[in-house]
């Protein structure tokens, strides 16, 4: 056997062994979409960091749409990948999904959002932030910056989705504790920009230009983003007439309120591979009974 064909046959090797199972798992991450700028900054942060834990990531994006995840998770399935990845779109429509899974014996692992099943045993555990604490910090934050006397606009995250949910029962939650604090109007912005900025012209025109509101509470950052240019549009000032607090902290949501355009948000962390991946594969090494819900810390963020 010749030099080059030793060599051939050790490159050879080691590529089987690379796209084969003695160090590369292949796992199938169905991600929600692209809206925002936290989102494409998560997604990101998974590619780039997959291959540093010899992870063969196949990445589908669903657009915003359930039956595209539901489509993917399926071809994941077909294609035998050692564990499922997903950020569900909505929280409500995965039993018999994750039971083809389950079947399959594919574990699966939820990441940000939530499901709503029956059967918790149909996923291995979700890693995430909490996003009722996430609407509580801006609850609190606002209680404390308004004195506990604000009436409030809210842009909603997509309708259904786990950020929704929760985002606005943590919010809800704590002004409920405070008599003078109300939400008077509330409409989803769908997590967009675009959305964002419809939602709070819709809510200038039905409050006369805002008259009696003291703060714009979004579910995420680019919602807000969104509605100050509506009301920087309108002529008036976000982040000095009105109190802005948002959730995400992206950057350019950090540059609003450098430049007093926004007041508060609250920090989504999107670097978490870090978080999931080793989650994932000590369970793949060795599976073991896991809590239902490993939380991420979230942040506050204000303007100085
Ligand atoms: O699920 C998390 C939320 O989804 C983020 O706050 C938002 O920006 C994204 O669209």
């Known amino acids: 056997m010749s030099f080059k064909t030793i060599l051939a046959g050790t490159a050879l090797a080691f590529s089987t062994l690379a796209a084969g199972s003695a160090w590369a ?48 998770v ?19 429509g995965w039993d018999q999904v994750l039971q083809e899974a389950k079947d399959a014996n594919i574990p699966v692992f939820l990441v940000d959002r939530d499901v709503d099943v029956a059967d918790k045993s149909l996923y291995v555990t979700r890693i995430s932030a909490d996003f009722n604490l996430e609407g509580k910090i801006a609850g609190a ?106 959730v995400d902290y992206v950057p350019a949501m950090a540059d609003a309120l450098a430049a007093g355009e926004a007041n508060a948000s609250v920090e989504l962390r999107s670097a978490v591979a870090e978080y999931i991946y080793p989650v994932i594969l000590d369970y793949l090494k060795a599976p073991s009974d896991l809590p239902k819900w490993i939380v991420i810390p979230s942040d506050l963020h204000v303007a100085n």
């Open 141 to 246: 934050w606002l209680a404390q910056a308004s004195l506990g006397n604000c009436k409030i606009v809210e842009l909603q995250g997509t309708t259904g989705s786990a950020p929704a949910i929760e985002r606005n029962a943590g919010f809800q939650a704590i002004i409920d504790q405070f008599p003078n604090m109300e939400i008077v109007q509330t409409q989803s912005g769908d997590f967009t920009t675009e959305g964002g900025k419809k939602v709070m012209e819709a809510f200038i025109k039905s409050t006369n230009n805002l008259e009696g509101i003291c703060a714009s509470f979004a579910h995420n950052d680019n919602m807000q983003l969104g509605a100050i240019q509506a009301m920087k549009e309108a002529g008036l000032n976000p982040g000095t007439d009105i109190k802005m607090v948002s």
């Open 25 to 72: 798992e292949t796992i199938g991450f169905s991600q929600v979409g692209s809206e925002g700028d936290w989102r494409p900054a998560f997604s990101a942060n998974m590619q780039n960091e997959a291959a540093t834990y010899g992870i063969d990531l196949k990445f589908a994006d669903a657009q915003g749409k359930q039956e595209e995840q539901l489509r993917a």
């Open 74 to 92: 399926r071809a994941f399935i077909a294609q035998g990948v050692d564990a499922i990845i997903i950020a569900p779109v909505v929280v409500t």
